[in-house]
């Protein structure tokens, strides 16, 4: 059974970037699945980031994609994401998942981690 | 990009009673695409529904999905005091995914 952790700092600072990794878990990187960041706010609710398709594809939200860049560690299980130019808008929980391919071109992100508290603040 | 609005913003019932969740979209949406979550008080995101009304693994049949179009339905039959939540609907198009903005089910 597939498992998603997300780690990362909790504090960084205006201006600053921000690099989490989410390590996966009970299965690994295959041909079919995507993966995927998303991250909650109070303000601005569940907003998707990006997703991947491992050494294929990567869509980004254009809202943030001049500042996102996602890669994967196949040898250690793991993708991460790097956002720059950080705000007090980038405060949210982030959260990595699986975009699972039901087949018949049917997607759902039916894996999540449980979330790290990011705050941008000095 | 498309906008999914969510009515209404929360819904007071009380245990055992139905619940009938919308979800309407800016444009058409594709069935394959409309997606339902269930999100507990410090909780990750549960998926529900995938291609608008397919239960996920695990789920009870007492949720069920349908719409097509622009206009989406989650149904929660006999509520149970776990199903007290938030409810998202999300979508795909365009290489974008997008979220409702949430239906708070709260104990009447």
């Known amino acids: 059974q597939v498992q998603l952790q997300e780690s990362g700092p909790g504090l960084v600072k205006p201006s600053g970037t921000l690099s989490l990794i989410c390590t996966v878990s009970g299965g690994s990187f295959n041909n079919k699945d995507w993966w995927t960041w998303v991250r909650q706010s109070p303000g601005k609710g569940l907003e998707w980031i990006a997703e991947f398709l491992p050494n294929e594809k990567t869509y980004y939200n254009p809202s943030l994609k001049s500042r996102v860049t996602i890669s994967v560690d196949k040898s250690r299980n793991q993708f991460s994401l790097k956002l720059t130019s950080l705000t007090a808008a980038d405060t949210a929980i982030y959260y990595c998942a699986r975009d699972h391919d039901y087949g018949g071109d049917t997607w759902a992100f039916d894996v999540w981690g449980q979330g790290t508290v990011v705050t941008v603040s000095s | ?108």
């Open chain 2, 1 to 108: 990009e498309i906008v999914l609005t969510q009515s209404p913003g929360t819904l007071s019932l009380s245990p055992g009673e139905r619940a009938a969740l919308s979800c309407r979209a800016s444009q058409s949406v594709e069935r394959n695409y409309l997606v339902w979550f269930q999100q507990r008080p410090g909780q990750a995101p549960r998926l529900l529904i995938y291609g608008a009304s397919n239960r996920a693994t695990g789920v009870p049949e007492r949720f069920s999905g349908s719409g097509s179009g622009t206009d989406f339905t989650l149904t929660i039959d006999r509520l149970e005091p776990e199903d007290f939540a938030i409810y998202y609907c999300q979508q795909y198009s365009d290489s974008l995914w997008t979220f409702g903005q949430g239906t708070t089910v709260e104990i009447k």
